[in-house]
Nanobody
Framework: QVQVVESGGGLVQPGGSLRLSCAAS????????MDWYRQAPGKERELVAG???????NYAGSVKDRFTISRDNAKNTVSLQMGSLKPEDTAVYYC??????????????WGRGTQVTVSS
């Protein structure tokens, strides 16, 4: 059982910056990957950025070079530094955690989401 809690959302002006954080707690063997998804009104949830335990990252094309994902394996946290924010970045952002067991079994957990609004 794993609990996932996001923080850091809010209202930001276009061109501004915001940092989202996510913490995982509970009982698990290890965290294989930590990801940020977002869902705007009327749209499907989409992957924004992800990072593996080894530090490999991937980004959606729309945020590449503007957002940076990072993780602290010792603290079981992941952050998303967002810069040059645009109105189209407005969405609920969700933290996704994929844990692995000792033999490689995978489980997925989601946070409740945090609202990011980019508007003047």
């Amino acid at each position: 059982q794993v609990q996932v809690v996001e923080s850091g959302g809010g209202l930001v002006q276009p061109g501004g910056s915001l940092r989202l954080s996510c913490a995982a707690s509970g009982r698990f063997f290890s965290i294989r990957a930590m990801d940020w998804y977002r869902q705007a009104p009327g749209k499907e949830r989409e992957l924004v950025a992800g990072i593996t335990s080894g530090g490999r990252t991937n980004y959606a094309g729309s945020v590449k070079d503007r957002f940076t994902i990072s993780r602290d394996n010792a603290k079981n946290t992941v952050s998303l530094q967002m810069g040059s924010l645009k109105p189209e970045d407005t969405a609920v952002y969700y933290c996704h955690i994929q844990t692995s067991g000792a033999l490689g079994g995978l489980r997925d957990y989601w946070g409740r989401g945090t609202q990011v609004t980019v508007s003047s």
